[in-house]
């Protein structure tokens, strides 16, 4: 069902619009309108421009948010005014920036120190004071690395014939640490030796005190000494938000419903009167809280409201606000899945959830299973609120209800008797056609009534939307529902053995609503008293409607026939159950039940998806497509876009 909606003009002086939006609008569902484009006939509107002042301070208040998520109080959060919550983030955010500031003050001396450490600690095999090595004039030193297969390379067949002393410290797998010394004159062209051998330079800083080790040590200390500042300064930080994290959510609450009511500007339009200023707000209410509304302002000087009921004087579709029975909530994201009914659509959650239901549960037809579903569905549809394990729920209603009238239990149909029939063994005798399966035969007819249903449904759309086409001369409107209904009874009547009654009464029944699809262009315009319009001439006018006519009566008949697969599962359920049962050895008597409990879980979990989309497809291809255009727009309130 689609809640009746009321579209309301709120007017009141420009300088009282906050008031309005934080007393009214924020209790009320209304979607907005854009009042500039709803009102074009008002003469000397403007738009309603400002600048929210308190932008900056509610972004900073984001960030500080976002920054400690799980250490602010979700409860007792006090109001304020919102001066006072713009000055209160302004304070917080003075605050943490230092408290950040000397965490990163420290974080940062703290990496240049672990920089130094993993620079001095491959040398530690050195152990010679580095400060003094480092004042040295005369002699050159260098720190680096060489790669290991150089370095055997340069130790077996270049060392001994230069002027160089090598010191070797640390090693790995790839490469080798050293320090060599070498004489101030000798330097470039001893370097020049040690860089054909890919020797990569290091540069200690003059920082270290002592041996490499020595100084690794020191480092370590340091960087000790800095990590408990740094938790220091984060507990700092903690305490300051703990003292004041009330402070903080009730601040960003204040900012937040305040920001959101100025941004209503954006959607309202102003107007002078005798030097005076007026706002304008257009917008889109429920029936019954637009009754609310007017009652609760009937004493508010300061704020009137028109209610427009003429919806030719409004610019705007109508949103759409579904509102169905508990049971069928859950259907609705079927719905939402094709398109929202438009305003004057009727709502098909309702016949979704009926038919879903009952051809799941025909084609899916057992008692066991289908009360795992049950329970299964509404304890996940209840617990974690999840729409498909609502919709899964009632699927398992409507299969225990086809499993005791098929008088299957987990696959076993010895255990009770079949209330109605079993789908392998049900059998029907028709004239001309010999015998077919019951549940076949059953699956058309309930298909045929279901392509009824929805031709009327179509006819009840059309009328709504003033389609004269759809509603009079449509494969699914009164012309298709004459014919397919006239077609349906003569089956009926013709395999049931009886004598056709009025024989020339259905006849003209046939042809006659073929005749008003075939000329329903001509017929619309002479309706709508418009001239009609016979593109490429008479000739192809009657070839084009020969095809069409050719087509819809190809239509109606595989439509119909398309309903047999539901049949066609319900015999396929029962003989995968079977064969689970012969590979549990259930015929010995004695079956294996790990196998039993197996094959029930995989038909139950792959037979259920399948049988599922195949649903799925029966409604949309077979039944929305035949009356429902899912051309309507959400209702959207106020305040949910910006959430």
């Known amino acids: ?30 979607q907005l309108e854009n009042a500039l484009s709803e009102l074009k006939t008002v003469k000397d509107l403007r738009p309603y421009i400002e600048i929210n002042p308190y932008k900056g301070e509610l972004d900073r208040a984001k960030e500080l948010m976002e920054q400690w998520p799980d250490a602010l109080p979700e409860a007792d959060r006090a109001d304020m005014d919102v001066n006072q919550a713009a000055q209160t983030i302004r304070e917080l955010s003075e605050t943490f920036e230092q408290l950040n500031a000397r965490q990163r003050e420290l974080l940062d001396k703290r990496e240049e120190l672990v920089k130094s450490r993993d620079q001095v600690m491959p040398f530690k095999g050195l152990n010679y004071d580095v400060k003094e090595i480092l004042k040295l004039k005369f002699v050159k030193f260098r720190f ?87 938790e220091v300064a984060k507990a700092s930080a903690s305490r300051e938000l703990t003292a004041r994290g009330k402070d903080l959510a009730a601040a960003y609450d204040r900012l937040h419903a305040y920001s959101l009511n100025f941004d209503v500007r954006k959607m309202a339009a102003c107007t002078k009167h005798e030097n005076h200023n007026f706002y304008i707000l257009c917008g889109w209410m429920t029936e019954a809280d637009a ?15 028109i209610v427009e009921d003429d919806h030719g004087n409004i610019m705007s579709k109508p949103p759409t606000k579904m509102k169905n029975p508990g049971l069928f909530k859950p259907f609705e994201m079927f719905v939402e899945m094709y398109g929202l009914p438009a305003y004057n659509e009727i709502d098909p959650t309702i016949l979704i959830g009926i038919t879903y239901s009952v051809l799941f549960g025909f084609m899916f037809g057992d008692a066991g299973q289908g009360l795992c579903l049950l329970v299964g569905g509404f304890l996940l549809y209840r617990l974690k609120k999840v729409r498909l394990a609502g919709i899964i729920s009632c699927c398992g209603l409507f299969s225990t209800i086809f499993g005791l009238l098929f008088g299957s239990i987990f696959g076993f149909e010895d255990i009770i008797d079949a209330a109605w029939l079993r789908p392998q063994q049900a059998m029907t ?8 399966n019951t549940v076949f035969v059953v699956a058309v007819g309930l298909g045929m009534c279901i392509i009824l249903l929805c031709m009327v449904l179509n006819i009840v759309n059309s009328l709504r939307s003033h389609d004269t086409e759809k509603l009079y001369f449509d494969t699914n409107g009164a012309a298709g529902l004459v014919f397919y209904f006239a077609l349906a009874a003569t089956i009926v009547l013709f395999l049931s053995g009886r004598t056709l009654p009025a024989t020339v009464i259905l006849v003209v029944m046939f042809v006659v609503p073929l005749i008003l699809m075939f000329f329903k262009e001509p017929l619309t315009a002479a309706v709508e008293k418009k001239r009609a319009k016979l593109e490429g001439g008479a ?6 409607g020969i095809f069409e006519l050719f087509e819809v009566l190809l239509s109606y008949f595989s439509n119909t026939l398309s309903f047999v697969r539901v049949g066609a599962f319900a015999v396929s359920h029962a003989a995968m159950m079977e064969v689970v049962l012969m590979l549990a050895g259930a015929e010995a008597g004695s079956p294996n039940w790990a196998v ?15 049988v599922g989309i195949q649903v799925l497809r029966l409604e949309y291809y077979e ?12 209702f959207v309130p106020y305040g949910k876009t910006a959430a």
């Open 623 to 634: 039944l929305f497509s035949r009356f429902y255009r899912g051309s309507g727009r959400s």
């Open 539 to 544: 000739g192809m006018f009657a070839v084009q």
């Open 596 to 610: 039993v409990v197996g094959g029930n879980l995989f038909v139950c979990g792959m037979e259920g998806l399948i």
């Open 144 to 230: 680096g690395r060489i790669a290991k297969d150089y370095f055997e390379k340069f130790s077996k067949y270049v060392y001994e014939t230069i002027d160089t002393i090598m010191f070797k410290c640390e090693e790995d797998a790839d490469y080798v640490w050293i320090v060599y010394f070498v004489p101030d004159k000798l330097s470039e062209k001893i370097d020049a030796i040690y860089a054909s051998m890919h020797f990569e330079r290091q540069f200690l800083p003059d920082e270290y005190e002592g041996t490499p080790v020595e100084a690794g040590v020191a480092l370590e200390d340091r960087i000790a000494n800095l990590d408990h500042e740094i």
């Open 291 to 305: 009754k609310r509304f007017q009652q609760e302002i009937a004493d508010d000087a300061d704020t009137f409201c």
């Open 429 to 436: 005798d028709l004239p001309f056609i010999g015998r077919l």
């Open 1 to 30: 069902m689609i809640e009746k909606m009321k579209f309301l003009s709120i007017t009141g002086p420009k300088e009282d619009i906050d008031r309005v939006a934080d007393v009214y609008l924020s209790r009320y569902e209304i």
